[in-house]
């Protein structure tokens, strides 16, 4: 137990360390440890996981790294290993945030008007971007070294692809807000599976 607490401990603060954009470009990440490298977790339970996390209130990474170390923890034989778990995830993935923000406030009024400092915010906006797009397709495919293919357990025919094309669509096109698409994909999930 205290070798997978510590790799939890670890795994998390590094998440959190080399993190940039906020919880859903964290996704990918956590994704890649827990469920691929790890195994901890399956891709249908991290697939709950996220959409738990979306909908429940506070930032989606330390809210999927709550429910991802209770998970982890809970396999060590009930509810108290799960709390620990919990506890353990999300205190690690916070940790550096803490950490670098303390380091960031310092420096911060000194170097503010520095051409570099602008520069490397301004660098950091397309990585973001990337992250993010990955978070989404590793939800949607399974990408493997020469293979690609669908993730059946969260789009399993049709209907879930069209209610992500009508998703997408109102949010882009006419500015649905987001809260309103995830109860109507929630209650539409519900009735349809």
Known sequence: MTITLLQLFWTFFLIGLFNFGGGGAMISLIQSKVVTEFGWISQGQFTDIVAISQTTPGPIGINCATYVGFEVGRGFGGTLPG??????????????????????????????????????????????????????????????????????ENFPDWTSWAILAVSVAASLIFKVNPILLILAGGLLGFIIY
């Open 83 to 152: 709390i620990m778990g919990s506890a353990i995830a999300t205190f690690a993935l916070v940790l550096p945030s803490f950490i670098i923000f303390w380091g960031i406030v310092r420096l911060y009024n000194k170097y503010r008007s520095t051409a570099l400092f602008g520069n490397v915010m301004t660098a950091l906006r397309p990585a973001v971007a990337g992250l993010i797009g990955a978070a989404a397709l590793v939800l949607m495919f399974k990408l493997g070294f020469g293979e690609i293919s669908v993730l059946t």
